[in-house]
């Protein structure tokens, strides 16, 4: 069966330190990957998106990475702060409709 | 700037009442999403739609059902509200041909 898993376990990091975030997929072959945001009480916010043909995506801090023979992303924050503490999630496509299923979220606390 | 509202952030209902969620869009998307969203198990997706009176069912769509009679709303109704549908419900919308989704805040429903 399809299975998305990223680490339930939240992760505590020291500010201005890196934090790396995983997320696994068995069973897809998804054409896109996408990180999203999540505060608590709040809708997911989109971050990045990459493709199957890409292997890295930046975006001022945030990096991606996807590894399709792996099957893994890759989430990275640079010089971390406070502000960056919140639940990510990884999306893959799943196929029509601009339809995505979701992995669990991965709490991250950057603590100051 | 885009926007998805929800009609209520918080709710209670009694055991077998009927409950409506009301999602609005301002960003003339053809497809609308709702997930629930519970610790552990990540979101799930209830229903789609792809267009207006379009539907179509998701991954756990078994005790609700919704109506898309305009383009901008899509409603989720739970016919008779039972306590395993306590959760965080998440509207969503997203342009055709497009990846990014775009999240409400969210309604978080307690059913006693």
């Known amino acids: 069966s399809q299975k998305i898993e990223q680490n339930s376990e939240a992760l505590n990091i020291q500010e201005g330190k890196t934090a790396t975030l995983t997320c696994n997929y068995t069973?897809?072959?998804?054409?896109?990957l996408q990180w999203y945001r999540q505060d608590p009480g709040r809708g997911p916010v989109f971050l990045l998106l990459?493709?199957?043909?890409?292997k890295e995506k930046r975006k001022e801090r945030l990096k991606v990475t996807f590894d399709t023979t792996l099957k893994q992303s890759l989430f990275h924050i640079t010089a971390s702060q406070p502000a960056d503490s919140a639940t990510y999630l990884c999306?893959?496509?799943?196929?029509?409709?601009?339809?995505?299923?979701f992995g669990t979220g991965t709490k991250l606390q950057v603590i100051p | 700037d885009v926007k998805v509202t929800q009609s209520s952030r918080y709710l209670v209902k009694r055991t077998g009442e009927k409950v409506f969620l009301e999602c609005v869009q301002d960003m003339d998307h053809e497809n609308m999403f709702w997930y629930r969203q519970d610790p552990g198990l990540g979101l799930r997706l209830i229903y789609f739609?792809?267009?207006?009176?379009?539907?179509e069912k998701g991954d756990i769509p078994e005790g609700y059902s919704v109506s898309r009679e305009k383009k901008e709303r899509f409603s989720l109704i739970l016919e008779s509200a039972s306590t395993n549908q306590t959760s965080m419900y998440l509207c969503a919308s997203i342009q055709t041909g497009r990846e990014t989704q775009y999240f409400g805040p969210g309604t978080r429903l307690l059913v006693l």
């Open positions: 739609s792809y267009d207006v009176k379009m539907k």
């Open positions: 990459i493709r199957e043909n890409e």
């Open positions: 069973n897809y072959s998804p054409a896109y």
């Open positions: 999306a893959l496509d799943a196929g029509g409709y601009q339809k995505v299923t």
